[in-house]
């Protein structure tokens, strides 16, 4: 089986050693570059399944590089790298085209969970295409319509609740951050928002219990885990 590639544009040796060594243990390729101006030829040359990006680079920032990615490949996974905290920041990483970021100083653990969920958001979105349905164990999931069967029950689905099963859907047999899920369901990941997401996954086992080989586990502190059978 072909090994993920990785490109890893990080300036700091340190750090940089660290997560290539990391990354490569769990056998990923990781391709790393220190100055942006060398990402792209890198890129071109390998063909990386995912970028992960430094914004703060020498020769050219992250966000230059992401846009210079995006005109080869409008699709392919980008994580940033950053210090910076500011909503502008962030805004201006989507803009760039990235996907997800990560501040610095990040765990291993969260950089790994953040790039198999991107993967497998990707590989979700290449396999069901623009499917109107999705079988899960012993029910359909028709998402643009809110709606989830079992033989001949119907159960209608709240926006929210739509798009917290689609999510988790999306990434099957993967950790979805709690974080993650709050930012997209709500905007934000406050204390009361936070509550509510339990209310949602509660209700969200209670709809899918006819099934006992469908599980939503919870992985405390970090998040939910998806499995059908």
Known sequence: MDKTKILYVEDEPFLGRIVK????????????VSDGKDALAVFTQHQPHICVLDIMLPGKDGYAIAQDIRQINPVIPI??????????????GFEAGGNDYIRKPFSMEELIV???NLLHLAQSK???????SIVLGLYTFFPKRYELRHDEQVKKLSHRESTLLQLLVENQNATVLRKDILMKLWGDDSFFNSRNLDVYITKLRDYLRED??????????????????
């Open 21 to 32: 060594e990391s990354l490569e243990s769990r056998d990923y390729e990781v391709y790393m």
């Open 114 to 116: 953040r790039v198999n």
């Open 212 to 229: 006992s080989a469908i599980q939503i586990i919870t992985i405390k502190g970090i998040g939910y885990h998806f499995t059908v059978g």
């Open 126 to 132: 290449k396999n069901n295409g623009s499917s109107d």
């Open 79 to 92: 994580i940033f790298v950053t210090a910076k905290t500011q909503t502008e920041d962030l805004l201006k």
